[in-house]
């Protein structure tokens, strides 16, 4: 059956795979929009602290910098399984069958190698920002009231490996679908005509999502 994603689901191990991990990187599309949640929050704050007190909230500059990975990085596993990326489909929205699963293959494939690379850079970014023997096991510290920098740090390569993990799946099912000639792959984004775009949209807007 299709989501209002336009991603298959069946009873074989590779969709129950995609199935718990859409569940994390659900929960972790939710910790981001928790975070721009939360930014706003303070944002009322140190502008009613600024106006009616003279007394702006101490370090919003601060929570502002470490938020930003959650709501940068926490979701983009997420809108990648749902097909949610911004990309060119004038010559990929033309193929059908084994040659447009050659083509996402190879394409998810050069993505999956480029964020394994940037796990690995993220991950050494991390370690030369976390000590155990330093204050607060920081090397570093933001500029006004001193918050260690390293939990925003490892945000990023945490969110890269989901995604990473993401497209190894992805990989495996355009792989499938490209053997197997399959018309209905599972567990990646099929494109939509306008007429599908068009009802997807107003399922989300109505709230009656399935």
């Known amino acids: 059956m299709a989501g209002s994603s336009l991603v298959l689901s069946d009873d074989s191990r590779l969709s129950r795979i995609?199935?718990?991990?859409?569940?994390?990187?659900?929960g972790l599309a939710l910790v981001s929009g928790v975070a721009v949640?939360?930014?706003?929050?303070?944002?009322?704050?140190?502008?009613?602290?600024?106006?009616?007190?003279?007394?702006?909230?101490?370090?919003?500059?601060?929570?502002?910098?470490?938020?930003?990975?959650?709501?940068?990085?926490?979701?983009?596993?997420?809108?990648?399984?749902?097909?949610?990326?911004i990309?060119?489909?004038?010559?990929?929205?033309?193929?059908?069958?084994?040659?447009l699963y050659l083509v996402e293959l190879v394409t998810t494939g050069a993505m999956l190698l480029l964020m394994l690379l940037l796990v690995w850079g993220s991950w050494a970014h991390f370690e030369r920002?976390?000590?155990?023997?330093?204050?607060?096991?920081?090397?570093?510290?933001?500029?006004?009231?001193?918050?260690?920098?390293?939990?925003?740090?490892?945000?990023?390569?945490?969110?890269?490996?989901v995604l990473s993990l993401r497209l190894t799946l992805q990989v495996w099912a355009y792989g499938r679908a490209f053997l197997r000639n399959e018309k209905d792959p599972i567990a990646v984004p099929l494109i939509a005509d306008a007429a599908t775009q068009a009802a997807i949209e107003a399922e989300h807007v109505s709230g009656h999502d399935t």
């Open 87 to 99: 990309r060119m489909d004038m010559l990929v929205g033309k193929l059908t069958g084994r040659p």
């Open 129 to 161: 920002s976390f000590d155990f023997s330093a204050p607060m096991w920081s090397r570093d510290s933001s500029m006004d009231i001193s918050l260690p920098l390293w939990p925003a740090k490892l945000l990023a390569p945490v969110a890269f490996a």
């Open 37 to 85: 949640f939360s930014l706003m929050l303070l944002a009322v704050i140190s502008v009613s602290g600024r106006n009616f007190f003279n007394h702006p909230l101490s370090g919003y500059v601060d929570w502002i910098e470490q938020a930003m990975p959650l709501i940068a990085f926490m979701g983009v596993a997420y809108t990648q399984r749902d097909g949610g990326h």
């Open 18 to 26: 995609d199935q718990s991990l859409y569940r994390l990187e659900g």
